[in-house]
């Protein structure tokens, strides 16, 4: 990794890590929110950014995890880190077994199947038959965990830092799986489905595991949402929950890793703030704040700051100066180094 590079992740993650000692407790939970946002829209992005799969049914997935750590902690008595990967594995399991029908349907068909399945969960959720466990209703309440005995931090604060640290792995997890032969094989999917087959690609065999791992990721997202919050009830995971893991993940970039973090924090924080601007009508400046992005983000924050990065790289005097090659006089000497053509 450049030096550049290395230095500017060391400043963010040390930023990250200082914030919750600089806020208070309920900037520390929007916070530790969006990052749990972030998750479940990362991934979202590898099922719709890399592989070309429309979703708008990840929040049921998301309900999902968050029922499967809300069961395993009231009522089999489970610690809260032993839920992340267990609803991890549900998770995969079920986005496995719903990408084997949805590899018949592509484009806006497989955006109404996944909509379908948003649409049925909450009606799921609250039948008469699961009530025992998920509560109906009236859903299922969760004490918040305590940080470890003798650190100097609040409840919030050390969920922050779990949230925080759960959310690294998977970023580098992704991060490996994305930049290597599964992610190229992934884009060539998403651009080509028919040259992808035609290279030898096993395009069902990718495709299930694809709608796997994403839905693993926003399983675990879900797990961390509903320790975080305390509460998990069917009409908190409603299909408009699925419609806002895709705004978030327009917004923050498609195809972008990062960009899953500005997205969930544009998730968690923007309608708080226009609710701040009119109590009156909070989702008419949501709508305008979204317009206001996209027209000046068409590609999302992250692109937006990839662009610009690449515009100072080109305007700084270490890469501005034209490539120089030693070029050959008459006699056989070489020339002092003159500009390139190429």
Not at 291 to 305: K, R, S
Not at 306 to 319: E, G, H, V
Request: net charge positive.
């Amino acid at each position: 990794m450049p030096t550049g590079r290395a230095l500017a992740l060391a400043a963010v993650l040390i930023g990250a890590g200082a914030l919750p000692m600089l806020l208070g407790d309920y900037r520390t939970f929007q916070l530790t929110l969006a990052l749990v946002y972030a998750i479940a829209i990362l991934g979202l992005n590898i099922l719709t950014g890399y592989n070309g799969q429309v979703s708008l049914g990840h929040g049921a997935f998301y309900a999902l995890g968050a029922y499967t750590a809300a069961i395993m902690i009231t009522q089999g008595g489970v610690a809260y880190y032993w839920t992340l990967p267990v609803a991890g594995a549900v998770g995969f399991g079920a986005g496995f077994l719903f990408g084997f029908p949805a590899l018949r349907l592509q484009g806006l068909y497989l955006a109404l199947a996944t909509f379908a399945l948003a649409v049925a969960t909450p009606q799921i959720l609250k039948s008469s038959h699961l009530a025992a466990w998920t509560g109906g209703v009236q859903g299922i309440v969760i004490l918040k965990p305590d940080p470890p005995a003798g650190l100097p931090l609040s409840a919030d604060q050390w969920l922050y830092y779990v949230t925080l640290a759960v959310l690294a792995v998977l970023l580098i997890g992704a991060w490996n799986l994305l930049r290597g032969r599964s992610g190229r094989a992934l884009e060539a999917i998403r651009d080509n489905p028919i040259a992808a087959a035609a290279m030898g690609i096993d395009l069902a065999l990718y495709k299930t595991l694809t709608f796997g791992i994403s839905a693993a990721y926003t399983s675990i997202a879900g797990a961390l949402g509903a320790i975080v919050i305390q509460f998990v009830a069917p009409d908190s995971f409603t299909v408009f929950l699925s419609i806002t893991l895709l705004v978030g993940l327009v917004v923050g970039g498609l195809a972008s890793i990062p960009g899953a973090i500005f997205g969930g924090l544009f998730v968690e924080l923007v309608p708080n703030l226009a609710e701040q601007i009119s109590k009156a009508a909070p989702w008419a400046i949501y709508g305008a704040f979204l317009i206001a992005f996209m027209y000046v983000m068409p590609y999302g924050v992250w692109g937006l700051m990839r662009s610009l990065f690449q515009r100072l790289r080109r305007k700084s005097p270490a890469t501005s100066r034209l490539r120089q090659v030693p070029a050959p006089a008459k006699n056989g000497r070489s020339k002092p180094w003159e500009p390139s053509d190429h």
